[in-house]
């Protein structure tokens, strides 16, 4: 029990580490979680990003805009379920609240997601090698 006690809490610092990163616009820190033929999918985008440096860009390119624009988001990061899959694969789930705020000016949710990963251990860490966001406003449309 401890063993995976201590995992979460490692876990749920990474992911602490990983949001903030992004929030205080530091996208290449960031991205550097993601393997570099990671994948991100989200129901709010037009079509899934392929690798770290195609997902650092449109990072930088979000948060480009939002600091243009006078905006800044806050991702909080709830509910942390892990499911183990081998000693080195697991599986994590999470709600993110995305929280807008304009500087200076009000605060408001600005999406409701919930973000499903599949984590790598590697040497330096865990790593994401899959990432799907569904946006509870925006979800995935079948065919």
């Known amino acids: 029990m401890e063993t995976i006690a201590s995992e979460y809490d490692l876990l749920n610092r990474f992911y602490a580490d990983h949001m903030t990163a992004l929030d205080e616009g530091d996208v290449a820190r960031w991205s550097s979680d993601f393997l570099p033929e ?38 909080l990061v709830s509910m942390l379920r892990l499911q183990p899959r081998t000693p080195t694969m697991t599986r994590a789930t999470s709600y993110v609240l995305v929280v ?27 790593r994401i090698r899959f990432r799907r966001v569904t946006r509870d406003d925006k979800p995935w449309q079948r065919s």
């Open 38 to 75: 990671a994948t991100f999918a989200a129901s709010g985008l037009d079509a899934p990003l392929h690798g770290a440096g195609q997902i650092e860009r449109a990072a930088a390119a979000g948060h480009a805009a939002r600091a243009e624009s006078g905006l800044r988001h806050r991702h």
């Open 100 to 126: 807008e705020s304009r500087i200076g000016g009000e605060s408001a949710i600005h999406a409701s997601t919930l973000c499903e990963d599949l984590l790598i251990r590697r040497d330096e860490g865990w």
